[in-house]
């Protein structure tokens, strides 16, 4: 056994790549994954690396669509959402903070309500238990003035007429769609806590993707501004 074959496998220890190896040893990644081929010898599996192994890794958060951050789950936990062919499965970020602060695992009816409607303020004092959505609801939207698109109220005028063609109205599934909804969530976030809050971790790409510098105020103030015409015009639809 030469030297270089001696050298490659005290490396292996399956936390290095082939890459990392070769230029610790000097050699080219293909003789050292040769050797690590022939040797059967520990290596990280081809393909993409998960978490902090992977060179995309940002913070281990994810925004969804609705402006609720996502992040990996515990081993086993029984209500994560499976990811095909991974071993640990997501959830939100601020019902795994309410279930390290009571103790427990929430049951799939309980719902975890933000207080003052940040869906990214995940801290636990911000943070209350409602048993199911219904009650959740009640407390959250009872006396609150629906606004409806143009769209909307013709349905209502139509809707008892026999054979009324309805149009199908969903202004915040547009807004979703459109990643409103998160950009909403993100914008109102920054300008309460500042762009370098721990609640703002995961989200600096969706600033770059709307032409938003995040470091200035004023250019918040105005992407909020814009957003919330376009909301304005969502309603003449």
């Known amino acids: 056994m030469n030297e270089n ?19 610790i040893v000097g050699l080219s990644p293909r003789y050292v994954r040769k050797v690590v081929k022939a040797m059967a010898l520990p290596h990280l599996h081809c393909g993409a690396q998960p978490g902090r192994k992977n060179h995309r890794f940002v913070s281990g958060r994810r925004i969804d669509m ?18 095909v062919a991974r071993r640990y499965g997501i959830i939100f970020e601020h019902r795994l903070i309410f279930e390290k602060k009571i103790g427990r695992y929430l049951l799939p009816e309980e ?9 990214l303020h995940n801290d636990p004092s911000n943070l209350r238990l409602f048993c199911q959505n219904g009650y959740h609801l009640q407390e959250t939207i009872t006396g609150r003035k629906k ?10 005028q139509l809707k008892h007429l026999l054979g009324a063609n309805l149009l199908r109205v969903d202004t915040y599934g547009l807004r979703k769609k459109r990643g409103d909804a998160r950009l909403l969530q993100i914008l109102l976030a920054a300008l309460k806590f500042g762009i370098d809050s721990p609640f703002l971790l995961g989200t600096h790409r969706y600033f770059l993707k709307a032409g938003i510098d995040p470091f200035s105020r004023s250019s918040l103030e105005q992407a909020l501004t814009c957003l919330y015409q376009r909301f304005e015009e969502d309603l003449l639809l």
Do not use: F
């Open 66 to 83: 609705d402006g609720y951050a996502a992040v990996t789950a515990p081993l086993e936990h029984p209500y994560a959402r499976v990811r």
């Open 147 to 156: 606004r409806m698109s143009q769209s909307g109220i013709l349905n209502l």
């Open 111 to 119: 719902v975890v309500d933000h207080i003052d409607g940040l869906t």
């Open 5 to 23: 074959t001696k050298a490659i496998i005290s490396l292996c220890d399956g936390k290095r790549s082939s890459a990392d190896i070769s230029q």
